[in-house]
């Protein structure tokens, strides 16, 4: 079960996505206070489930797509576990800690032996009614979820492209029943509660759509590197332009699913834009920044709080804002090396012994 070639310029949108929904939360848990916006961030969250479906269906839709084998498919999610497993235990450990020791300073959450099972088996975000411990960490769930359908997903895809089509626009058209639903918590498509399944539902559209995009790439012309590189820049200031103007999310959804798709050509102003050696830096850590920002966010905004008195509102937040992604940045980096390198070898040994391909 070999990968292919990395597409670099998907890894650096990840961790822009990531940037994205840390500055985000950062500028919510300011209150009154706050002096930016970040406009409808947790949006960022969405372009996770594409990505992740892009990007198995690049790697893996060839082994899926013809017959199921079971020795595959345990292959393949025994990686997918080793790949988010170990980052997410030792940060929600750091994260019971905290919340054991009230660190946070808000109302104490009492959790129940089912809430403990569901956080350390990921199945927050399935709608079983279980408290996450680390509040992102539904959406990791959901892609668990993902991953656990995909070999059905890649073999539906491999289809004729009407039959694509046909589920591209079920999908699509049920995120725009999401969206007008209104169970958002800061908008329409900020569905997140633990209580029902369509957080799950939402991950597993942008999902599905992930693997369609590949699809679609695969039957394109030649002529989509062209294409992209002349789309992707209006696709990129459309999107920032949609987050001033579009109430129900939906625009904003599909650009993105749209910039997914044309990163992925591999045009040059992608890698431009998300390939270069900083943002890819930022991609190659995302996952631990998802996971780390959510504990840092409120001793931060505190701090700008508290400066605001003697070095004005704008300063303290600025400074605060800079030490918070300073330290996120930092932690999350020692989290990739630690857990997500050297910790998915190890279980990958344990799991896996004598094999050596990459998660």
Known sequence: MAKKVEIRALTGFR????????????????????????GPGYIAVDAFFVLS????AYNYASIFSARFSSSDYREFLIKRVCRIYPAYLAILLIAAVKLHLNMGGGEQVALQAWDAFCNI???????LHATPIIGVSWSVSAELFCYILFPLIALIAAQGTAIL???????????????HMGLGVQGPMDIVSP?????LIRALCGFILGVIGYSLSERAGSGRLRMADYLLPVSVVALALSWLWDATDLLSY????????????GSRVGEGLFGNKPVYYLGQISYSLYLIHPLLVSGFTKIAKRLSPSIGLELSVALALCA???VAIALAHLSWFVFEKHGQRVMLRILMPGRRAAA
């Open 15 to 38: 961790g822009v996505a990531a940037l994205i929904v840390a500055l985000y939360h950062f500028s919510r848990a300011l209150g009154s206070d706050r002096i930016f916006s970040v």
């Open 53 to 56: 479906g892009y990007v198995l």
């Open 121 to 127: 088996f990921m199945l927050t975000g399935w709608g």
């Open 165 to 179: 089509a046909v589920i591209a626009v079920g999908a699509l058209a049920v995120v725009g029943w999401l969206s």
């Open 195 to 199: 209580d029902h399944s369509f957080s």
């Open 254 to 265: 599909l650009i993105i699913v749209l910039i997914v798709w044309l990163i992925a050509q």
């Open 324 to 326: 918070y992604l300073a």
